[in-house]
């Protein structure tokens, strides 16, 4: 098992810039979400899903766009990138019946300028 | 306002004491805790947790207890061992969203 993977490891990107952060993961966990973190913040939650065609909004949802067509993949979506919105950003999943015991994969970092 | 708060940033501990992590959090509807460890350059892992019945779980070197009453979560690592030095995040769960407090670093001595 791969466990939950994240690419790419670094990105930069000029504001305005669009682009798209990968997750997927092979347990078969019908639940997927989407964090940030920041230093003295922890980790926010950006967007999850429940399962496959099901999403909704965390603490953090502004300016990130998720979908989930498959169980395996949640990509996150960044519209027009801010300076606000450079942090690492790990996705985690889990199965239902322990949903809160989630497994991360190993972060995104992201830096816009 | 941060509904998950530890308010140290920092702990450092000798080989072999106890290291004692702290967390409040202010809603009274939480019904699950939790706490994660994170190494630099990873992804966070789970630690342990606890439900609202109870006010203490123990994994071997691992016991967290809970305070309902003062809303008050804590995590007691017994003897603490080099390797533990890492970042400890508690988390509250309600509904399908857990809330992390922002982290305490704890340092190891030997």
């Known amino acids: 098992n791969a466990g939950v993977t994240q690419t790419p490891k670094f990105q930069v990107l000029k504001t305005g810039q669009s682009m798209t952060l990968q997750c997927a993961q092979d347990?078969?966990?019908?639940?997927m979400s989407w964090y940030r973190q920041d230093p003295g913040m922890g980790l926010r939650l950006i967007h999850y899903?429940?399962?496959?065609?099901?999403?909704d909004q965390g603490e953090v949802p502004n300016g990130y766009n998720v979908s989930r067509s498959t169980t395996e993949d949640f990509p996150l979506r960044l519209l027009s990138a801010a300076p606000s919105q450079t942090s690492v950003y790990f996705c985690?999943?889990?199965?239902?019946?322990?949903?809160?015991?989630?497994?991360f994969g190993p972060g995104t970092r992201l830096t816009v300028t | 306002d941060q509904q998950v708060k530890q308010n140290s940033p920092s702990l450092s501990v000798q080989e072999g004491r106890i290291s004692i992590l702290n967390c409040d959090y202010t809603?009274?509807?939480?019904?699950?805790f939790l706490w994660y460890k994170k190494y630099p350059a990873e992804g966070p892992t789970f630690l342990i947790s606890?439900?609202?019945?109870?006010d203490k779980n123990e994994d071997g070197r691992f016991t967290v207890f809970l305070n309902k009453s003062a809303k008050h979560l804590s995590l007691h690592i017994v003897p603490s061992q080099p390797g533990d030095s890492a970042v400890y995040f508690c988390?509250?769960?309600?509904?399908?969203?857990?809330?992390f407090g922002g982290g305490t670093r704890l340092m190891v001595k030997p």
């Open positions: 809603n009274s509807m939480f019904d699950y």
């Open positions: 347990m078969n966990h019908e639940y």
């Open positions: 985690a999943s889990s199965y239902g019946g322990q949903l809160y015991e989630q497994y």
């Open positions: 606890i439900s609202s019945i109870k």
């Open positions: 899903s429940v399962g496959a065609g099901i999403t």
């Open positions: 988390a509250v769960a309600a509904g399908n969203m857990l809330t």
